[in-house]
């Protein structure tokens, strides 16, 4: 049995983390999610002004091998790992979530999304070549069995130090 709060879900037994002394949050997030997008901000904040004791993993949400119609979410995650690999998620995180929602630039499709990246300073030849590589592909299905792990239902979806689940909803929102 599993104990609920209604602001959190405690994991029992507790997950092992791969932060060491540090505390762990593993953020599950959806490029295209609205949610996630309003949550950014809010999370940046507490982060930036946080204890240096917090380490802060992100995890983009990849669906089920089996789920139909979701490759949109499996590109938002070949960008995210792809952006990391190269040295440029810090960077370009937020302007991927901006330039979504907010301009309208349709990031989850491959060829408006090589476009953009080589506009925003990323090797086109590398960012495609490291797209398509088998390690982006490894850690798409290490992200699909850390959602299993958790099981994460809902993003964005909080992770704290393997013992704790939220989500926005649980939570009552994103502040």
């Known amino acids: 049995a ?17 932060s060491g ?5 593993i953020e599950f997030f959806y490029y295209g999610c609205p949610v996630c997008y309003e949550f950014q901000p809010h999370l940046t904040r507490w ?7 917090i380490s802060l993993r992100r995890v983009p949400s990849v669906p089920a091998e089996s789920a139909e119609g979701l490759e949109g979410w499996i590109r938002f995650a ?7 690999a190269l ?6 995180h937020w302007p991927v979530y901006d330039n979504f929602h907010f301009d309208g630039v349709q990031l989850n499709e ?18 495609i070549a490291t797209y398509n590589s088998p390690e982006i592909k490894a850690k798409l299905d290490e992200a699909r069995k850390l959602m299993q792990t958790y099981d994460i239902r809902a993003v964005p979806s909080i992770v704290v130090d393997g013992k704790f689940v939220s989500t926005s909803r649980m939570a009552g929102g994103t502040r």
Request: net charge positive; hydrophobic share 35%; aromatic share 8%.
């Open 78 to 84: 070949r960008l995210h790992y792809t952006l990391e």
């Open 87 to 92: 040295g440029h998620v810090t960077r370009l």
């Open 2 to 18: 599993v104990p609920k709060s209604s602001e959190f879900l405690r994991l029992n037994p507790p997950r092992p983390v791969a």
């Open 110 to 127: 491959e060829k408006t999304m090589i476009e953009w990246v080589s506009k925003n300073g990323v090797d086109r030849e590398k960012f």
């Open 47 to 53: 982060l930036v002004q946080g204890p240096n004791y």
């Open 21 to 25: 002394e540090k505390i762990e949050i």
